[in-house]
């Protein structure tokens, strides 16, 4: 290769560092899922700084006669909040595996026992896809949160959320739909 296109090409190994920040990023994730859990484990054994402690980071607001125990609306609201970080935490493994391997370099896993089966026909326009779904089964899981917790909204922020979610939904099937459209190199047949 002539120098200006080697080196431009190896300009793509750039992007490393990003994808190591994101790494530790899912270490704070994983280090929040399980100092909620211990919350809401410590609090089901009857300790209220724990309940205190989780009712305070889901943002419930409990009315003025609600004696401070664990009931189903909290359980709920903090195993939703449990399930959005594993979420988040499943979209930050696409983004740093598809990316990687998109983006910077062949990570030679065929025959691993262990790749991802959604990592052998990966690309640019895959990731999109699922990357649009993913986010899309994040933003349900925050307004299944705050429809829950209703009584603690605005209206103004029920309306924007779902508006917001909405929008996720339409810019997530315009994505899959030209996805569709768009001719693919598979033997000259569209998938």
Do not use: C
């Not at 499943?90 to 370099?105: A, D, K, Q």
């Not at 933003?139 to 705050?146: A, G, N, Q, V, W």
């Amino acid at each position: 290769m002539r120098p200006l296109p080697n080196m431009i090409f190896a300009s793509r190994w750039l992007q490393l560092p990003l994808y190591l920040g994101l790494i530790l990023a899912q270490i704070v994730y994983v280090f929040h899922f399980w100092v909620e859990l211990m919350h809401l484990v410590q609090a089901g054994l009857g300790d209220t700084q724990a309940l205190e402690s989780l009712v305070k980071s889901i943002g419930y607001k409990a009315g003025p006669d609600w004696e401070p125990k664990l009931n189903e609306t909290v359980i709920m609201l903090v195993v939703l909040g449990l399930i959005d970080v594993v979420m988040i935490s499943n979209l930050l493994i696409m983004v740093i595996v598809g990316g990687y391997e998109t983006f910077i370099s062949r990570m030679n896993l065929e025959g691993h026992p262990d790749q991802p089966e959604w990592l052998s026909h990966v690309n640019a326009s895959v990731l999109k896809v699922k990357l649009a779904t993913a986010i899309i089964g994040i933003s349900s899981i925050h307004l299944l949160k705050t429809f829950i917790n209703a009584e603690n909204y605005t209206e103004k922020v029920l309306m924007w959320q779902t508006i917001i979610h909405v929008a996720f939904l339409l810019s997530a099937m315009a994505i899959a739909m030209t996805d569709r459209l768009l001719p693919h190199n598979n033997g000259g047949a569209k998938h």
